[in-house]
């Protein structure tokens, strides 16, 4: 019920009650003077700030796939291993080895992080001498390796090539008797690679070219290279005598018939195949070769 005046003009039961209410409310902060209020408001920013030293420091960040680790393994190895994106997409273990490309297990920086190098070697040294005298037998060439392959490149090629050749001086510089020696031949591909050479070195010496029928030939020339295998009796050849085959101007090759009888049975072989060989006749000596190229060979 709404309270009476007592004609005081106060209403004494509306301020009992508002006595009662404010009672129950916290009691007011002092008001401060300006400057002091400022600081108050700052102090909950600098007692947080003087807290971050005691806060325990964040843990690194992992590293991971191959470049994060350094990895770059051979082969297949169990221990190179990572965590990681996958190629496909997916995370969890794996690997930075050389066999992951084939597993599928690769880490998805692989192919960056460990490029494919491939092996790389020098150019071929010159030919060497014959290995002995006075027969058929080899020469050699060697290159070395500059850079091993890795990562999956490229692997070296051969370091060592043989060629076949004859040498017709024993180390003593006396010749060596022609009935040992057997005219070794090679295809008439190779003279046009000679003549190259000799001509960009400015060595180019003029040659001549002999002129044989084939009597005979060994079942072991069937089996051997194309040009081999083309050999049969009673075909007309014709076999090119220059450098250096050819030692100097006026000298001959030697293998190619000169000193022998008419109709005397001669000995060539093939080279790259031991078990070609045979027989022919010298028929007589040109200044150059006419033959067709399949009937056409080169001195050793």
Not at 228 to 255: F, I, K
Not at 273 to 280: D, E, I, L, P, S
Request: hydrophobic share 30%.
């Amino acid at each position: 019920m709404r309270a009476q005046s007592d004609g005081s003009g106060t209403e004494r039961a509306g301020d009992e009650g508002t006595e009662r209410w404010e009672r129950h409310l916290p009691p007011a902060r002092p008001r401060l003077p300006g400057a002091m209020a400022g600081r108050a408001r700052w102090l909950p920013v600098l007692s947080a700030l003087l807290l971050l030293p005691l806060l325990p420091p964040a843990l690194p960040r992992r590293p991971s796939g191959c470049a994060g680790l350094g990895l770059c393994c051979p082969g297949r190895d169990r221990g190179c291993l990572s965590a990681g994106l996958r190629p496909d997409g997916s995370s969890g273990p794996c690997y930075c080895d050389q066999a992951c490309a084939r597993a599928l297990d690769c880490c998805h920086d692989y192919a960056r992080a460990c490029p494919a190098i491939p092996c790389v070697v020098s150019q071929w040294s010159a030919w060497s001498g014959c290995a002995a005298p006075c027969k058929t037998t080899y020469r050699v060439r060697m290159r070395h390796i500059i850079q091993e392959p890795s990562n999956g490149g490229e692997s070296c090629p051969a370091l060592e090539e043989r060629a076949g050749c004859v040498e017709y001086w024993t180390r003593q510089g006396t010749e060596c008797q022609q009935s040992l020696i057997p005219a070794l031949i090679t295809t008439g591909g190779f003279g046009k690679a000679r003549k190259k050479r000799a001509a960009a070195d400015g060595s180019e010496r003029a040659g001549y070219c002999v002129q044989f029928q084939l009597v005979s030939l060994a079942p072991g020339c069937r089996r051997g290279q194309r040009w081999m295998s083309g050999l049969r009796a009673g075909l007309r050849l014709c076999v090119e005598c220059q450098p250096p085959a050819l030692p100097r101007p006026g000298q001959r090759c030697r293998g190619d018939g000169a000193p022998a009888r008419r109709n005397q049975l001669l000995h060539w072989q093939a080279v790259g195949n031991q078990r070609c060989k045979g027989t022919w006749r010298r028929i007589r000596r040109l200044d150059t070769c006419s033959c067709p190229s399949v009937h056409s060979f080169l001195f050793i």
